[in-house]
């Protein structure tokens, strides 16, 4: 039974509700205090108790003037409520007579003897909760020094230098610095919030409002954090010393030389370079525009080029170099950031911020970040990139953009033009352009062969969407920021991009590990397929070293040597004219029919009881096409369809009477048992065995259906076992014919659906393609009808026999199973359809189609050699990044303990807060560091386990991890992997069939 307990709301609203909004109002008096004469501190029965403190938890106390003021030396800005006229009204301390004394560090005396007020008639603090005015003093006897570093030793951040008359409390400003990271907010509405908490009536608006002050304020907190951060405030430079990117985080699990690489990485064997390999990604935003308000001359910014936007100066520089050269058009698909960009450009100084991404971590690169001012241009993007990688030494990089197939083509030539300060040689250098996964499919087919992570060696399961996720973060400031200047806006950004990388970091150990508990299963499974499906393929075998695996082999590999090599996953294109398919066809047909596959067959005198047995097997195969023509008629066939199946029944009835009598020579034990079922159907008041029985319906009772009667098996004769295994033989090539036959309809299939879709328009048009399809789908299903029932023969056969090796083959056939060949433009690489095994079983060349069927079974040996090898490559990249996470962290806590002293300053309150800070943040590495190879310290071994074959994935393993930070819906589709000639072929129907539902 549900308790209360079980819906805290429900319980809430019956027994707390009442209470609570009692209590509220209570509150609203003096309470058990509206009976004290005099104030309960001092006792004097002339100072009434008439004033109460809003944030001191003490019940809501009433004290005296002067004791409200002494209790809150400490805690200048509570908010004061005074009782009279039978209610509290809000009053300050200011208004009671308290001063703020700051600067006077006197231990002896806590005020200073020359007290400096404030200019003005109040000062204005913002703090957490209120806009407060206060009586502030500074000290006057130069113990304190200057007026804004007295208010920062207190505490507090001046709005302005020299005389200030505005501050924010620290508190108020790492508030609202961590607010807007997680919630976005901006100032202005966060500012708002306090002045409604001084005053939400409106009546009286606040005298003194400083919105824009603390803006200003908001601003400089913000680059503040970003120099202590970043170690500045320990270099002897300082502030001005900053270098290009020196404040931004870097990414731990990105391969740094001389802070996370092995010694001699450089001379990693070439099937382990690609584990010190950069992976980059590249994308452009239009949400983050700014509109066409302020300058760089009236707003410069506060830290150009020291994190994540690159130097504005040289940036623009470049920029007006080149802003006139022509850009190539797309011979790909369209885009309109590159192809229509006035759409974006309209009405803004900048149309949005290109980037550059870590591929694999999701992480913003230091001076890789630049404004759009036209779309998204070449000489924009090209800009990011070269000083996203200038100045490393890295030999291999992998770089995705969603339009990396026309960006890539002559941008060596083009960074020739460019200034030497971004100039990258690329001798010696592997660079690789791909394409995102989720991107990829509005491409054309070729590109989605050639710029495919899932095709390209090396490069595990990166997808090339990290800026996409990145993007969903940053897009909440696009209100905010479009109204700022460049140099704000830039600011704002950098810190936002600064404090995704840093959740990224401290995310690692939960991350990784999902990571890994995911790819070491992923990869054992698909070796293991892999190794399956070459194994069923007989092409692994010492005796096919040099066949058709041997050829893929040497063909993947050259591929992925030298991408202008034939590609193992493309397929040969042919005509592709709907006229030469529909020719195909007929003549397909015209063939079969001259081979007597569906007609042939006449009684011969010698005929040998192989020939008999044959001549049955055509029989059943014409009584269930007959059937399935029956079938399809539906239930109000014309005059034409009735006399035409009046005749061919006939026809096939009197073929099967002739057939019945050669049989009954060779086997004269059938007539017991045709006369036994006749005399059973008589019993059952069926009058007429032969005539009464639809021709589909008569048996033929060839040796395996006579095999399926117990009497018959115990006295089978050396005739009938020889007959046994005749018809078992004659089945396996039934069986083989007709798996040829489908795969090949279904090869076919899918021409005439990619012709269909390419050139047929109009309704004729689509009527006679979906005719073709409609003959076509029939023989298929036809063919599967065919292949069950010489299977179900084979059984009883086999059993017979005793030869069961032909289930290897041979398999029990589904309607899922009959289905064509998974796509081979890989247009979405999160389908993962496993192929079919009537495809993954084909073990010789299908006659009329050998190269297709032989291209597309290449295609699906590379595709699952391709997915083996990406899931290996995976396990392979999380190990490395894995130790060069735990490295970098151990090396950025040496880095702060080295800065500890960098100043060289003598001992002092100024030395030691520089190193506690610095020790503080070595501490944080540290502990970062221990706290991730504890998480991961089962890792190795299930590492070993899953190279070693040990691992057991039948029944998944054991996840310790959270949910990934970056699951989204960008990286992932649960749709098949197939075009539309992998649909299964629906079941025969009783009405006819709507060529709009084949597939």
């Keep these: 039974m549900e308790s209360l307990q079980d819906f805290p709301v429900k319980e809430w609203v019956k027994e707390d509700r009442q209470a609570a909004l009692e209590e509220l109002l209570r509150a609203e008096g003096r309470g058990d205090h509206r009976s004290y004469t005099s104030c309960p501190a001092c006792q004097n029965v002339d ?202 985080l870097l990414c731990p699990a990105c391969p740094h030389p001389g802070k996370n690489l092995p010694d001699n990485w450089e001379n990693a064997p070439d ?195 990290a800026p996409e996720r990145g993007w969903a973060n940053a897009n909440p400031l696009a209100s905010s920021t479009k109204e700022m200047g460049p140099g704000a806006r830039r600011d704002a950004l950098d810190d936002h991009f600064n404090d995704w990388n840093y959740k990224k970091i401290i995310a690692f150990g939960r991350v990784m590990l999902k990571k890994m508990e995911e790819a070491v299963p992923q990869m054992v499974e698909k070796k293991v397929a892999l190794v399956e499906m070459e194994e069923s393929l007989e092409l692994a075998s010492s005796a096919l070293e040099e066949g058709p695996l041997a050829a893929w082999r040497t063909m993947a590999a050259k591929w992925e040597e030298d991408s202008e090599k034939p590609n193992p996953f493309e397929t040969v294109n042919r005509d592709d004219h709907l006229a030469k398919v529909q020719h195909d066809l007929a003549v397909e047909v015209a063939e079969r029919e001259a081979s007597g596959k569906n007609l042939e067959g006449t009684v011969r005198e010698d005929m040998h009881i192989t020939e008999m047995i044959a001549m049955g097997l055509q029989l059943e195969e014409q009584q269930k096409t007959l059937a399935f023509d029956v079938a399809a008629t539906g239930l109000h066939p014309t005059t034409a369809q009735r006399r035409a199946m009046v005749e061919r029944t006939s026809k096939l009835r009197r073929k099967i009477l002739v057939w019945i009598d050669i049989q009954n020579g060779f086997f004269p ?53 020889e007959a046994v295994d005749y018809e078992y033989r004659l089945r396996v090539g039934q069986a083989n014919e007709a798996l040829d036959e489908i795969r090949r309809g279904l090869l076919v299939r899918t021409k005439l659906y990619k012709h269909k879709d390419a050139s047929s328009r109009g ?143 003598e001992d002092g309150p100024q030395r030691e807060g520089e190193r506690a800070y610095a020790y503080r943040q070595a501490r944080l590495q540290e502990q970062l560091c221990a706290g991730f190879a504890d998480k991961w310290a089962h890792l190795p071994e299930l590492v070993r386990k899953g190279r070693a074959g040990e691992l057991d994935v039948a029944h998944g393993l054991p996840l310790h991890g959270g949910d990934d930070d970056d699951s989204d819906g960008s990286e992932g589709s649960e749709e098949d992997d197939s075009d539309d000639g992998a649909r299964p072929v629906p079941s025969s129907s009783k009405a006819p069939i709507d060529p709009l539902y084949l597939d």
């Design 47 to 248: 100072a009434p108790a008439t004033f109460r403190c809003e944030d001191c938890v003490r019940g809501g106390e009433m004290l005296c003037r002067a004791c409200m003021v002494a209790t809150h030396g400490q805690t200048p800005l509570h908010r004061i409520e005074m009782w009279g006229d039978d209610m509290f009204t809000r009053t300050t301390l200011k208004d009671l007579g308290l001063r703020i004394q700051v600067g006077h560090w006197d231990p002896s005396d806590r005020r200073c003897g020359a007290p400096d007020a404030a200019a003005g008639e109040a000062f204005v603090i913002v703090d957490s909760d209120a806009v407060h005015e206060v009586a502030l003093d500074f000290c006057g006897c130069g113990l304190g020094g200057s007026k804004t570093r007295q208010l920062l030793r207190a505490a507090m951040y001046p709005a302005t230098g020299g005389n200030p008359r505005t501050a924010a409390t620290f508190s108020v400003l790492r508030r609202f610095h961590l607010l807007s990271l997680e919630s976005k907010c901006s100032a202005y509405e966060f500012y708002h919030s306090l002045a409604r908490g001084t005053n939400n009536t409106g009546i009286e608006p606040l005298a003194k409002d400083r919105y824009h002050e603390f803006l200003r304020m908001t601003r400089e907190w913000r680059n503040l954090q970003m120099l202590k951060r970043s170690g500045r405030g320990h270099d002897p430079s300082g502030a001005k010393g900053t270098g290009p990117g020196e404040c931004a």
């Design 271 to 465: 099937d382990k370079k690609f584990l010190y390999a950069l992976f980059l990604a590249m994308d452009a935003n239009f949400r983050l525009k700014r509109k066409d308000v302020s300058s760089e001359e009236a707003d410069p910014g506060l830290a150009t080029g020291w994190a994540f936007f690159c130097e504005v100066s040289a940036y623009m520089a470049h920029l007006t170099e080149h802003w006139d050269k022509p850009q190539e058009r797309s011979t790909c698909v369209a885009h309109d950031a590159v192809d229509q960009p006035d759409r974006e450009a309209r009405g803004t100084a900048s149309s949005g911020i290109g980037a550059v991404d870590c591929a694999r971590h999701n992480m913003k690169r230091p001076n890789a970040v630049g404004d759009l001012q036209f779309g998204e241009r070449y000489i924009n993007m090209d800009y990011m990139f070269f000083r996203s990688i200038a100045g490393t030494n890295l030999q291999r990089f992998f770089v995705s953009y969603d339009i990396a197939c026309q960006w890539h083509k002559n941008i060596w030539s083009r960074m020739e033009d460019y200034v030497p300060e971004i100039h990258y040689l690329p001798h010696g250098k592997f660079m690789s352009f791909l394409v995102p996964k989720f991107h990829l499919p509005a491409h054309i087919e070729a590109c989605n062969l050639r710029f495919s992570f899932n095709l390209t060696r090396d490069v595990g399961q990166t997808d090339g969407e």
């Design 669 to 721: 034990s059938v007539k017991v048992v045709r006369a036994n079922e006749d005399e059973a159907r008589a019993r059952s008041a069926r009058t007429q065995p032969i005539p009464g029985l639809q021709v589909h319906e008569i048996k033929l009772w060839l040796p395996s259906a006579l095999m399926r009667r117990p009497e018959a098996v115990r006295q089978i004769t050396p005739l009938q076992n």
């Design 763 to 905: 309704v004729r048009e689509n009527m006679r393609s979906n005719g073709a399809i409609n003959v076509l789908n029939d023989r298929i299903r036809r063919m599967a009808e065919q292949y069950r029932g010489a299977r179900r023969a084979l059984e009883t056969l086999g059993r017979v026999l005793g030869k069961m090796e032909w289930e290897r083959g041979l398999r029990p056939l589904c309607e899922k199973d009959v289905r064509g060949m998974p796509r081979a433009t890989f247009g979405d690489p999160e389908r993962q359809l496993e192929m079919s095994w009537i495809w993954v079983l084909a073990r010789r060349p299908i006659e009329g189609c050998t190269d297709l069927s032989f291209t597309a079974l290449r295609i699906e040996w590379a595709k699952a050699r391709a997915r083996a090898l990406r899931w290996t490559e995976e396990v392979d990249l999380l190990e490395e990044e894995m130790r060069r996470i735990l490295q970098f962290l151990t090396w950025r806590g040496r880095w702060w303990r080295e800065r500890a002293d960098g100043r060289g300053r």
